[in-house]
């Protein structure tokens, strides 16, 4: 079951036989938007000790939402986020892109 509060909570579903007759339900991935898209609402630059869900409890007031860091600044994981300190990353509004 996805939470109505999920990055995928809007997202189609569809599903596949497989082989052995049993059905597979999945997601439709999303494509995403570029990230010129989103409204900045300011840039973050990464310490030593952040993370991407504590970016986003601190940006969203939930820490669940680094999917939104994540679509605003191409990282395909969100690691990527924050491996580099120093990094610039762009905070987005929460409304997603224009």
Wanted: aromatic share 6%; hydrophobic share 35%.
């Amino acid at each position: 079951m996805i939470d109505r509060k999920s990055r995928y909570a809007n997202a189609p579903q569809d599903s596949l036989t497989l082989p052995d007759g049993r059905e597979a339900h999945y997601v439709v991935p999303p494509i995403l938007p570029h990230p010129e898209d989103y409204t900045q609402a300011q840039i973050h630059r990464v310490t030593d000790s952040d993370r991407p869900d504590t970016l986003a409890a601190r940006a969203y007031g939930q820490a669940t939402a680094w999917w939104l860091l994540a679509n605003a600044n191409t990282a395909a994981h969100p690691d990527q986020l924050t491996e580099t300190t120093g990094d610039e990353r762009v905070i987005p509004l929460p409304d997603g892109p224009r």
